[in-house]
């Protein structure tokens, strides 16, 4: 299972920005998917989630300015990021909780991780 992330770059603050995480390998189906960040010298931490009913939750700090959204035939999780600020820069990460179903009617579930792509907001 693979997360290809996409759409960093550098913008001004003020500015907006649109990720996308596309999911693609032997996936029977995905449940949650989440945004991370990390910020240089920080921990990374959980900026998004969205549930397969996209039910979706968001760190305060993000809150109002962030918008996680999924579209569930293309396997590909969205966060529009909207009136950024320089305390918004870091690589963003997206993961997803996904189940694979074997031809034997056993399953596997796992984490995916993207390989992350760098957002920086000028001041």
């Known amino acids: 299972v693979q997360l290809q992330a996409s759409g960093g770059g550098l913008v001004q603050a003020g500015g907006s920005l649109r990720l996308s995480c596309a999911a693609s390998g032997s996936i029977s189906s995905i449940n949650g998917m989440e945004w991370h960040r990390q910020a240089p010298g920080k921990q990374r931490e959980l900026v998004a989630t969205i549930t397969k009913d996209h039910s979706t939750n968001y760190a305060d700090s993000v809150k109002g300015r962030f918008t996680i959204s999924r579209d569930n035939a293309k396997a590909t999780v969205y966060l529009q990021m909207n009136s950024l600020k320089p305390e918004d820069t870091g690589v963003y990460y997206c993961?997803?909780?996904?189940?694979?179903?074997?031809?034997?009617?056993?399953?596997?579930?796992?984490?995916?991780w993207g390989q992350g792509t760098q957002v920086t907001v000028s001041s």
């Open positions: 993961a997803a909780d996904y189940i694979h179903l074997n031809q034997d009617s056993t399953y596997e579930v796992g984490r995916a």
